[in-house]
Nanobody, 128 residues
Framework: QVQLVESGGGLVQAGGSLRLSCAAS????????MAWFRQAPGKEREFVAR????????YYGDSVKGRFTISRDTAKNTVYLQMNSLKPEDTAVYYC?????????????????????WGQGTQVTVSS
């Protein structure tokens, strides 16, 4: 089992920045690829970013490319999401997820069912 706990959410004005953290514990978390998803009210959960277990390969959703950066600190078992140039449409609950699957296995990395473990989420609200 892997436990994931997100933090760092909050209220920010458009154009501002936030950094989310996801602390992992349990089974050898360094063997897991990690990702961030988000879900706005009334919408499906959306892929945001993924980072490989080594931290060398990253993927981003089209809506956040160039603004968000995913990273990980293996020694701290923590994954980060640096969010810059925030927009009101970034408002959502942000979830951390973990998987042992290869990125292009079926289902692939952008799908929620690619991941085995999920955190409880942290709210991000961007005001206009």
């Amino acid at each position: 089992q892997v436990q994931l706990v997100e933090s760092g959410g909050g209220l920010v004005q458009a154009g501002g920045s936030l950094r989310l953290s996801c602390a992992a514990s349990g089974r050898t978390t360094s063997t897991y690829a990690m990702a961030w998803f988000r879900q706005a009210p009334g919408k499906e959960r959306e892929f945001v970013a993924r980072i490989s277990r080594e931290g060398t390969v990253t993927y981003y959703g089209d809506s956040v490319k160039g603004r968000f950066t995913i990273s990980r600190d293996t020694a701290k078992n923590t994954v980060y999401l640096q969010m810059n140039s925030l927009k009101p449409e970034d408002t959502a609950v942000y979830y951390c997820a973990a998987t042992t699957r290869a990125a292009y296995s079926t289902p692939n990395y952008s799908r929620t069912d690619h991941y085995f473990y999920w955190g409880q989420g942290t709210q991000v609200t961007v005001s206009s």
